[in-house]
């Protein structure tokens, strides 16, 4: 067994660090975050850390790496107060992953990497006609981490999208049935297995391990 400790971490060349770490916290989701600029440019771009923080009010996070040259999606949140986030579905995922190229600000990641505007009603974010399952949002809050100056961008529901026959009885989602993917890493993508279904776990029920 490989064994590291903070030590060797910091050695490591930063690219295979980053791989190494990013990797390390599991299976994430694929999701393209879009957005439109207040002069009207839309911009699209994957984004693996995204998080429920809770159902009601429901709110979800993702994290957002230190603003510079790339950082659109933040500055349009920001400008605007909204974003949609939309799942990658498996046909789609090379196109996906070009969105984190740095094109320039004024290049909309929908037409260079093949994807569709949709708009709903007169919600100001673009979705990705393209993906199953899509989240609009209204910006609701950002925590600065000082440690190494990223942000958890907060946001609340305001439409949700997925087809029908995911969305089982009880409201759980069918992420395989509607064909949606996960990433490891900052390169990896893979189609999961459910290899399981329990249910609500009672101290009174449990079996014996
Ligand atoms: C698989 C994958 C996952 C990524 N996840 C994140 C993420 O969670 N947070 C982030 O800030 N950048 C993430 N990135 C990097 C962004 O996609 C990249 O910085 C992109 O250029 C940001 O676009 P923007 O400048 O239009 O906002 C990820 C890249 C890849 C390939």
Excluded at 102 to 108: E, K, N, Q
Excluded at 138 to 166: K, V, Y
């Amino acid at each position: 067994m490989l064994h590291f400790t903070t030590d060797h971490l910091k050695t490591f060349e930063r690219f295979y660090r980053a791989n190494l770490i990013n990797g390390i916290s599991g299976f994430k989701p694929a999701a393209l975050i879009g957005t439109k600029s207040g002069d009207g440019v839309s911009n699209l771009a994957i984004f693996s850390s995204v998080v429920h923080l809770g159902a009601d009010p429901a709110l979800i996070g993702f994290i957002q790496r230190p603003v510079g040259v790339s950082g659109d999606t933040y500055r349009n949140i920001l400008e605007t107060g909204y974003y949609t986030i939309n799942h990658v579905e498996e046909s789609t995922v090379d196109r996906a992953h070009y969105t984190s190229a740095r094109f320039d600000a004024g290049v909309s990641e929908f037409e260079a990497c093949g994807f569709t505007e949709e708009y709903l009603g007169d919600f100001f974010a673009p979705f990705v006609r393209e993906s199953p399952i899509r989240i609009g949002l209204q910006f609701a809050e950002e925590f600065h981490i000082r440690r190494n100056d990223t942000r958890l961008i907060i946001g609340e529901i305001r439409h949700l999208t997925l087809p029908e026959e995911s969305l089982l009885p009880d409201g759980n989602v069918d992420l395989n049935r509607a064909g949606v993917v996960s990433v490891s890493g900052l390169a990896y993508y893979h189609k999961p297995a459910r290899i399981g279904e329990f249910p609500y776990a009672r101290v009174a029920e449990a079996p014996k391990f």
